[in-house]
T-cell receptor, first 113, second 116 residues
Framework: AQSVTQPDIHITVSEGASLELRCNYS??????LFWYVQSPGQGLQLLLK??????LVQGIKGFEAEFKRSQSSFNLRKPSVHWSDAAEYFC???????????FGTGTRLQVFP | DAGVTQSPTHLIKTRGQQVTLRCSPK?????VSWYQQALGQGPQFIFQ???????QRGNFPDRFSGHQFPNYSSELNVNALLLGDSALYLC???????????????FGPGTRLTVL
């Protein structure tokens, strides 16, 4: 069965520091992978997506993610975090023939000034 | 473009009652999916509607039902509410292509349902 694991429930970083949020997936074929961000009182906003091609994907707000098939991972990175990046981050996988998204449990990012 | 809109924003019900949540998709989108997000959890897929029919369904009981209208808007109905139904209900819209390609889903702000 398809699944997504986000090992870190809560991460705290200082503003300006680099960030890496981990995501591992379980899926037999080449997955479609997504990272979403959710701020309090808001819906989910798509940061970036991967379905084929270059394994390093650039997204909005300066985020990037790297697909590593050998490690079944799709980690999200940002070189310098801003206070406005504090939010909940969700990794998700989708199979080719469906629109159903399977989400991880999320990682809450806290940013200290 | 108003994006995906949902109503109401918040709702309080008691056990055993019934509730209807509404969603208007993003302009140009014809497919609506519903997700339940319990506190501290990731969203869980409930079902998806396309061409006014339920196309896919997640692991939710029959108490959860839906409808899609000719203008592509959608309703989620939950009967016989349980305390465990308290959650944020998210609607996502997308555009189905004939190739079945990767259709990005755009999410609404959600409806916060509290069952007492």
């Amino acid at each position: 069965a398809q699944s997504v694991t986000q090992p870190d429930i809560h991460i705290t970083v200082s503003e300006g520091a680099s960030l890496e949020l981990r995501c591992n997936y379980s899926y037999g074929a080449t997955p479609y992978l997504f990272w979403y961000v959710q701020s309090p009182g808001q819906g989910l906003q798509l940061l970036l997506k991967y379905f084929s091609g270059d394994t390093l994907v650039q997204g909005i707000k300066g985020f990037e993610a790297e697909f590593k098939r050998s490690q079944s991972s799709f980690n999200l990175r940002k070189p310098s975090v801003h206070w406005s990046d504090a939010a909940e981050y969700f990794c998700a996988v989708r199979s080719y023939n469906t629109d159903k998204l399977i989400f991880g449990t999320g990682t809450r990012l806290q940013v200290f000034p | 473009d108003a994006g995906v809109t949902q109503s109401p924003t918040h709702l309080i019900k008691t056990r055993g009652q019934q509730v209807t949540l509404r969603c208007s998709p993003k302009s140009g989108h014809d497919t609506v999916s519903w997700y339940q997000q319990a506190l501290g959890q990731g969203p869980q897929f409930i079902f998806q509607y396309y061409e006014e029919e339920e196309r896919q369904r997640g692991n939710f009981p029959d108490r959860f039902s839906g409808h899609q209208f000719p203008n592509y808007s959608s309703e989620l109905n939950v009967n016989a509410l349980l305390l465990g139904d308290s959650a944020l209900y998210l609607c996502a819209s997308s555009r189905t292509t004939w190739r079945g390609g990767m259709n990005e889903q755009f999410f609404g702000p959600g409806t916060r349902l509290t069952v007492l």
